[in-house]
């Protein structure tokens, strides 16, 4: 391949040739605080607001592209989801790239036109970003950071004079103050309140919910490494959640918190949910959907369907009462039509740190516990 | 080394062991919203604000120890600076690791006690991050992206009704809008109203002012490598110029902007800003502030001074008439004591995309055309 078609060394200077590689992807990601140059791009909310949320999420999953997406698409939806899982809006995204030196320039552009097609379906804008050239054999072709801000829609947000809602205290506190209408307490949060939203805050009783079908994601990536092929071709499931997040907080305004279930898969998320409330996680195996390809895929490579990473998929805890309005939204977004209660939040009775936080219910009635991943399945998976 | 001291695949895995090392840090970085484990930092600015700064970074540099600094100190430091040049103040940051396997966990641990040392003294916190692991031979050890997001000071801003400050075409429509005051025109700022900074602001007879030595970074780094030795051990000059840059802008509150000359040097910022702002800039050679010892370097390598990164510098463009000002406030600044105006914003006359952005003016008065790097003079410098 040509040196004009592959990344070099210089391209990472600071110099004229990358600016020239920079300011060629300008009309792509087609945003006015990248064309401005500046060294960091100054937003404006569209309201005054005191709350943001943040992330970072790194992706170096290999091969770079496969069936149902690539490492862009991969870098904003997971940064995208990372911050719905806050209940804010994502806005705005920076993109970190570390080049290999040789990285085919045509793949490179291939790659920025998928983060800004995914951008401009999640509503984000992709507004500052970097680039950097490592030399050939430290890197593996392209790297992506993607950081993502969202904001709280805080508008109308009727909280009493001075109060602010931003901890698990603060909205329990909200709780006790609000008034009884007839005989059911009035919920702490309506539509016009913003969530305060984490994983400590799940309780006994609480319902899981999954956005969709287990496993897609790992096993698309499986399939291209070890050259599997199936009677259907699996595609990852990588997809930007914040509308559907939008729409359950909407329907269920007491959700306790969104996890997307990535590296690790389900079984990472519930251990963590499980750990930060203090509860235990009860998944029941005969709920989760899940592709029949997939569970074969797990069988044959030895392969728990719970570790495997999921790349479009939400957890959603919601309390009991809420579940079936949580549902439906679900089911009624895109990308979460085969949404169901897959399990409820248990009181955790005897705490100590060797107590498992997390079962599965099997089809028989028995339980068997779920721990989390111990080695490495499956590297780089995202 | 035995596998205890040293990241596995496995850490990167989403699973036990990925989170066993992460909570190892989190006293290091002493950051409630790391310990918190939500997907999300939520983040509560202390007055309500309609604008935030956003940039982001991605740090490779070879070797990661080097006398003066290191990758951790660097990391923080870099977009700490990059967030102060809008004139937000930089509150947190993010951190994204890519570890190669095999990575000492003793270098680890001293990169972040750097990370969190370097945040510190730039009173910025850590609160989300990202740990993704790498086969040996996919990396360099340690690559750290951190991204950065600073709040403006909006409490007393007198804009009138409906005014927002977000734009070149909104600064100039405020200075129409501003009464004189006796004979002199009421500056479009004052200390309680927020700058809009940006390259594009420059104007023909604006000062340019560094705030010290150039070329520090640059051959600190380059002296490890090549195992050069000099009478004197230059030092990188890695430090978070955030609170000069603060003030800088209460002293001289009509700056244009900031900027730090990293990779390209000198040169790469002067022809960037220049191009931004249609004009051209001119350096006075004699009056840039450059260590012997770092000449002396240059003189051997060849290497022209104005191409060589640097760490912990900071360009101002002012207007003429807040120069002395701002140049005082330089030096009265921890890592400003070496500042001085080293040029002047000129008119550029006939534009063509040919037309040299930058000059140098040497001491016997002739001028040199002063380019960006073209090729790669030293990659993986930062």
Redesign the interface.
Known sequence: MSSANTV???H????????ELIESFFDTYNSDELR??????????S??????????????VTPHFFPGGDIGRLAVCGTV???A??G?VPK?L?????LEEGFSLVDLRRICASMAEAAKEAGVKI????T????R????GI?I?T????VFDDAGAKLGAGA?L?SAQQLELDRAQQPTLGGAQQPAHNSAQQP?????LCKPGDKILLSGTLGDHGIAIISQRESLSFATTIESDAAPLNHLVQAVLAAAPNTR?F??P????LA?TVN?LA??SNTVFEIEEEAVPVQEQVLGACDMLGYDIF?V?NEGKMIAVVPAEEAVAALGAMRASRYGENAAVIGEVLELSAANSTTPKAYVKTAFGSRRIL??????????IC
Request: negative net charge; hydrophobic residues 30%.
């Open positions: 070099l060394l210089a990472g200077s600071g110099g004229s040739m990358m600016h401005q140059g500046n060294d960091a791009a100054v937003l404006q909310t309201e005054c607001t005191d709350r943001i949320a943040f992330s970072t999420d790194t992706f170096v989801n990372d911050v899982t806050s804010a705005w920076s993109v970190g790239f570390i507004v500052t970003g970097d950097k050239v490592v030399n054999g430290q890197g593996d790297y950071n950081s993502g801000v969202g602010k931003g305060t939203l984490g994983g400590a918190c996890r997307d990535t590296r690790g898969g990472s963590e750990t930060q570790h990473a721990d989390m991943l111990t080695g490495e399945q499956l590297p780089r």
